[in-house]
């Protein structure tokens, strides 16, 4: 890449955060991280990336209510959003639902467990790389 693009990843999981910043890294990226909703939108504004992963389930906002506020915005929309939720059809004990993800203005949808390869893959394929 003649100019590295950046992207966000808001995750609450710093294990998995880490996992995704490293293989992004190696593939060439750079790659900011915030730890949830609030957090993220604060680091979009402050600096917008060329792309976005999103976990769903987070404290304070959640990915559907960011994901929402950014696709809501003329001055981000157009950014990339990867959704990467473990919310499956399955599950009842949540209020989140599979549905709810794919009914997102989210560009991707990745189900976890996602490998780190799958989330670059799909950044790739967004950013046009």
């Known amino acids: 890449m003649s100019e590295k693009k950046r992207i966000l990843v808001v995750d609450d999981e710093p294990d998995f955060a880490s996992i995704v910043q490293a293989n992004l890294e190696k593939e060439g990226f750079d ?18 990336p060329d792309a976005i992963v999103l976990d769903v389930m987070m404290p ?5 209510e960011m994901c929402k506020d950014l696709k809501g915005d003329d001055q981000y929309k157009d950014i990339p959003v990867v959704l990467l939720t473990a919310v499956a059809s399955h599950v009842t004990s949540t209020r989140y639902s599979h549905s709810d993800g794919m009914s997102t203005e989210a560009d991707d949808y990745i189900p976890k467990p996602a490998s780190a390869e799958d989330v670059t ?9």
């Not at 304070?60 to 559907?64: E, L, M, T």
């Open 121 to 129: 893959s799909s950044i790739k394929g967004l950013l046009g790389l």
């Open 31 to 48: 790659v900011e991280v915030a730890y949830d909703g609030v957090e993220g939108l604060e680091k979009v504004k402050a600096n917008p």
């Open 60 to 64: 304070n906002k959640d990915g559907y």
